[in-house]
């Protein structure tokens, strides 16, 4: 046995070249990084970042409307102001149900945040979590975000409910959900910025 893995070894440094024991070490080492619990979420976070692409609109003729009823949902900020949907009626609203545990919404954070820094005064962001404040306000400080987070404070409207996260919805101004993306994605995409300006120029 011991002689077998020996010719095995030997064939395999004689006959891999240079880049392939390169990529086997790489490979090698992300598997050990994959079962490290401390290293395991921003592995795998990062690894889904390169994956994401950017989410595809809803044919308009699919597109659901918001209604009255559920634009009177109400959610209250991480400091504590208390708002309802149709507070922001009017103007597009991205919805990101997310948290500091999921590696999909952790690994489209930061293209959520980039997204939201150039679109702030135009777009309202509503980052959704049932995480304590806490929790939340130290992964942002840790991660140096500045997002808008909201918790939630009666039931999540049906055309908005979901049993897994990340789940993104963005809304425009006339209240059609023309995103509906479950899973992580690209955000800060020159076609998610081609819809929001389209929207907002409406």
């Not at 390169?22 to 290293?39: H, N, R, Y």
């Not at 692409?53 to 109400?74: C, F, G, H, I, L």
Request: aromatic share 10%; proline share 5%.
């Amino acid at each position: 046995m011991i002689e077998y893995i020996r010719r095995k070894w030997t064939n395999y440094k004689n006959e891999k070249s240079l880049f392939g024991k390169i990529s086997d070490v790489i490979f090698v080492l992300f598997l050990i990084a994959i079962l490290i619990p401390a290293t395991r979420k921003e592995i795998s976070s990062f690894a889904i970042r390169i994956i994401s692409t950017s989410p595809d609109t809803v044919d308009a003729e699919e597109q659901k409307t918001v209604s009255m009823q559920a634009m009177q949902w109400r959610l209250i900020s991480i400091d504590g102001d208390a708002v309802q949907l149709s507070d922001f009626n009017g103007k597009p609203v991205f919805i990101n149900f997310w948290a500091t545990w999921c590696p999909p919404c952790v690994a489209e954070l930061p293209e959520i945040n980039d997204l939201q820094t150039a679109y702030r005064d135009n777009v309202v962001f509503l980052l959704i979590t049932d995480e304590s404040p806490e929790t939340v306000r130290a992964f942002m400080k840790q991660k140096n975000y500045d997002l808008p987070v909201y918790f939630i404070q009666s039931s999540v409207p049906e055309i908005f409910a979901t049993s897994s996260i990340p789940a993104t919805f963005v809304v425009s101004p006339d209240n059609k959900i023309v995103i509906e993306k479950r899973g992580a994605a690209k955000w800060n995409s020159d076609s998610i910025h081609e819809l929001l300006d389209k929207m907002i120029k409406k």
